[in-house]
């Protein structure tokens, strides 16, 4: 079926570098992607969205990159903090075919910030 | 301007009673949705409501399981006869659904323990 999904289950970082988070889907139609970021006992928060008409989008030490050939979203965070560990969702929105548009996550990607 | 809201933050119940969970979308959105999260698990769609209607709850069980939106007021979602396998972590979303407004905003959850 269709359905977002994450290449790496879980994810160690140097504090200092950068974090790189993948994820893939499936559906051709959506044109909508969302990062979420959701903290130990949170709720997930809202970081950074890009549509499909566009290849990459920047945002405060995050970077999203969409790649529609190969189905293809990634998440680049600048130089790790420990703040940064955390549970990272990408999601897709899904254009139904009564026109609604029904947002569908992934599994998350567990990142660790080694100090 | 105040976040999505969610009371209680936690619930615990025995097998067989009620729970029944509030959120107060942001200021200004009428759309509600209410995901299902399980420990270590991605977030699972359960229910899509805006004012007074219900428009897809494609992810909510048949049986047990019933949200509303009132014209006035929170919206709930509510549990009868909760069984142990309820128990998850509840996050309510909202969004102002206009074109280029898609975003979903989470709440804190509920956090929902069946004993």
């Known amino acids: 079926g269709e359905s977002v999904g994450l290449h790496l289950p879980t994810l160690s970082v140097q504090e200092g570098d950068n974090s790189i988070i993948n994820c893939a889907y499936s559906?051709?139609?959506?044109?909508?992607f969302i990062w979420y970021k959701q903290e130990s006992g949170k709720g997930p928060q809202f970081i950074i969205d890009i549509r499909s008409n566009m290849d990459k989008r920047q945002g405060q030490r995050v970077t999203v990159l969409l790649n529609k050939t190969v189905k293809h979203l990634s998440l680049q965070i600048a130089a790790t903090q420990p703040g940064d560990s955390a549970v990272y969702f990408c999601?897709?929105?899904?254009?139904?075919?009564?026109?609604?548009?029904?947002?569908?996550f992934g599994p998350g990607t567990s990142l660790s910030v080694i100090p | 301007n105040a976040g999505v809201m969610q009371n209680p933050r936690h619930l615990v119940r025995r097998r067989g009673q009620e729970a029944r969970l509030r959120c107060s979308p942001m200021?200004?959105?009428?759309?509600v949705y209410w995901y299902r999260q399980l420990p270590e698990e991605g977030l699972k769609f359960m229910v899509y409501?805006?004012?007074?209607?219900?428009?897809?709850e494609s992810g909510m069980p048949k049986e047990r399981f019933s949200a509303e939106f009132p014209k006035e007021g929170p919206s709930i979602l509510r549990i009868q006869q909760v069984v142990r396998g309820d128990s998850a972590a509840y996050f309510c979303?909202?969004?102002?659904?206009?074109?280029?407004?898609?975003?979903?905003?989470f709440g804190p959850g509920t956090r929902l323990l069946v004993l």
């Open positions: 200021k200004g959105h009428s759309h």
């Open positions: 409501l805006q004012k007074e209607n219900i428009i897809d």
């Open positions: 979303a909202s969004s102002l659904r206009l074109a280029g407004e898609e975003t979903q905003y």
């Open positions: 559906n051709s139609a959506s044109d909508y």
């Open positions: 999601a897709e929105n899904k254009r139904e075919e009564t026109s609604y548009d029904k947002v569908i």
